[in-house]
């Protein structure tokens, strides 16, 4: 995005990385920083409303919330269907995103105004041909077309996430045709075209 001499790059992912042939599970991965914008809290309010209880979710990372979200989840008796697997990197990260079936980012705007960019999660979950469920805040909209390449649900409402859930877990092509969408759309975002814009802004 330029305006006068202001240019806009987003961050970018090496798709080669998270090269991964889609594979239908059930399994729901959120990865980043257990605050407030992520909105984390929405996730768990849904899983209580899901009734198949073969759906896992895996939340990875730290952050000032993950003792109250563990207290809710321990609390409604979720610890079955939920995992805190804390602060992944490296190989294993790649691992979990690959081994994933459906990636979320519920992320919403804060009180404060603070609201999500363009998470590098989501490239890197795109990259690996993950079906997407993402709210429609910050720069998520820019990438996720809904009914195209994932579901855009609206932000604090643990209702439409359950509903984005068990729409894509009973429906295998559907998820399928999403990640798909999703690994063709993230290849404007590979480091190699990124790099570039980079490059021939430092170059100016």
Do not use: H
């Amino acid at each position: 995005v330029k305006k006068d001499n202001i240019s806009v790059i987003p961050m970018g992912v090496d798709t080669n990385l998270y090269k991964n042939n889609y594979k239908f599970n059930k399994n729901i991965l959120f990865l980043g920083r257990l605050a407030g914008k992520k909105g984390v809290k929405y996730l768990l309010e849904a899983i209580k409303l899901v009734k198949d209880n073969k759906i896992k979710v895996y939340i990875a990372g730290e952050g000032p919330l993950r003792k109250e979200l563990e207290e809710f989840t321990k609390k409604n008796k979720l610890q079955n269907k939920i995992k805190f697997l804390g602060y992944v990197y490296g190989k294993e990260k790649i691992n979990l995103v690959k081994s994933c079936g459906i990636f979320i980012i519920p992320s919403i705007i804060t009180e404060q105004g603070d609201r999500e960019g363009l998470p590098v999660s989501l490239l890197e979950a795109m990259a690996a041909g993950k079906a997407i469920i993402a709210t429609n805040v910050g720069g998520i909209k820019e990438i996720i077309k809904d009914n195209y390449n994932g579901l855009l649900i609206k932000q604090r409402d643990a209702k439409e996430i359950t509903n984005a859930i068990e729409k894509l877990t009973k429906n295998k092509n559907l998820a399928s045709k999403f990640g798909k969408n999703a690994k063709k759309t993230v290849l404007n975002y590979d480091w190699k075209i990124i790099g570039k814009k980079y490059y021939n802004i430092l170059k100016r």
